[in-house]
């Protein structure tokens, strides 16, 4: 497992943004990284994630267009940035990191990932 520390959420209004950050001690246990999201009464889903090894990425389909996935390998470092955000897009996120390669059938599987951070809380308003 690798420690992971979540930063940059906060509070905006609808139509607003957000970047949010992810440091992880190291990545070279790490093949997949994403972020997930759970907000009051409901059950945490997979929002993103990106190969760690290559920059192939995948999305939620309520984000896609919205939200962006990316690293910088030199910082150790996975970002989503978040653009026109929405009310429902309001709640605890997650990242999390999972050691083998993720694919566009697994990356939502929490089970992949053997590494989750505290989570960083979003506030959308309206």
């Known amino acids: 497992q690798v420690h992971l520390e979540e930063s940059g959420g906060g509070s905006v209004q609808a139509g607003g943004s957000l970047r949010l950050s992810c440091a992880a001690e190291?990545?070279?246990?790490?093949?997949?990284w994403g972020w997930f999201r759970q907000a009051p009464g409901k059950a945490r889903e997979g929002v993103a994630a990106?190969?760690?090894?290559?920059?192939?990425?995948y999305y939620a389909d309520t984000v896609k267009g919205r939200f962006t996935i990316s690293q910088d390998k030199a910082k150790n470092t996975m970002y989503l940035q978040m653009n026109s955000l929405k009310t429902e897009d309001a709640a605890m996120y997650y990242c999390?990191?999972?050691?083998?390669?993720?694919?566009?059938?697994?990356?939502?599987?929490?089970?992949?990932?053997?590494?989750w951070g505290q989570g960083t809380q979003v506030t959308v308003s309206s």
């Open positions: 999390a990191a999972a050691p083998l390669r993720c694919t566009s059938g697994t990356w939502r599987e929490e089970h992949e990932y053997n590494s």
């Open positions: 190291y990545t070279y246990t790490s093949n997949c």
């Open positions: 990106i190969y760690v090894g290559g920059d192939s990425t």
